[in-house]
């Protein structure tokens, strides 16, 4: 069974602490592995997808890269707005368009 | 573009009622699911449709039902609802061919049975 798992479950920084998130999964065969930021009252929104091992994506202060078996969401001197939770989700190479979604890294960044 | 649009954004329930998630996207992306997330837990998929006339289960679609029409709406019934279907609704939309971008998710609808 796919399986997708986040840690920490919270994680409480100061402005400009850098720090990684980090995603674990087990899948048959990994299309790939997806990044999303979610506000509270509001749905995910998309940052990045990683195809295969060595892969490594930025935008801003986040940079995701990806293993066989985990990825890491690395926040490099982060600001109170990069406050979010992040979800991590694999999609399966036999399983369509399905994502398996991890429960989230819910991240505060204080001033 | 208004992208993917949910109504309603809360609704509350009584036990045994019943009640239509509307879901609506002008992005003309052949895939669309219903998730839904609890607290602690990671989106669970409810239905998903490939295409108008195409549904089929995902992983928790006992007490909902769902049609595909048309290309645009993707409307999720709830039957005789229970206060295990208290959850936020999500409905995300995504194209074969933009796969790399994943899905765009609605704003959600907080429901709560009582």
């Known amino acids: 069974e796919d399986q997708v798992t986040q840690s920490p479950e919270a994680l409480r920084l100061q402005e400009g602490e850098s720090s990684s998130l980090n995603c674990s999964y087990t899948v048959s065969g990994l299309r790939g592995l997806f990044w999303y930021r979610q506000d509270p009252g509001k749905g995910p929104e998309f940052l990045f997808t990683l195809y295969s091992a060595g892969e490594e994506k930025e935008k801003e202060r986040l940079k995701a890269t990806l293993t066989k078996k985990e990825s890491f969401l690395h926040i490099t001197a982060p600001k109170p707005e990069d406050s979010a939770t992040y979800l991590c989700a694999v999609q399966e190479i036999n399983y369509g368009q399905n994502f398996v979604f991890g429960p989230g890294t819910r991240l505060s960044v204080l001033p | 573009n208004a992208g993917v649009t949910q109504t309603p954004k809360f609704r509350i329930l009584k036990i045994g009622q019943s009640m239509t998630l509307q879901c609506a996207q002008d992005m003309n992306h052949n895939y669309m699911y219903w998730y839904r997330q609890d607290p602690g837990m990671g989106l669970k998929l409810i239905y998903y449709s490939v295409g108008a006339g195409i549904t089929d289960k995902g992983e928790v679609p006992n007490g909902y039902n769902v049609s595909r029409s048309t290309t645009e709406d993707f409307p999720l019934r709830l039957e005789l609802a229970a206060p295990s279907q208290t959850s936020v609704y999500f409905c995300?939309?995504?194209?074969?061919?933009?796969?790399?971008?994943?899905?765009?998710f609605g704003s959600g609808t907080r429901l709560t049975v009582v």
């Open positions: 995300a939309s995504s194209s074969l061919a933009a796969s790399n971008y994943g899905y765009t």
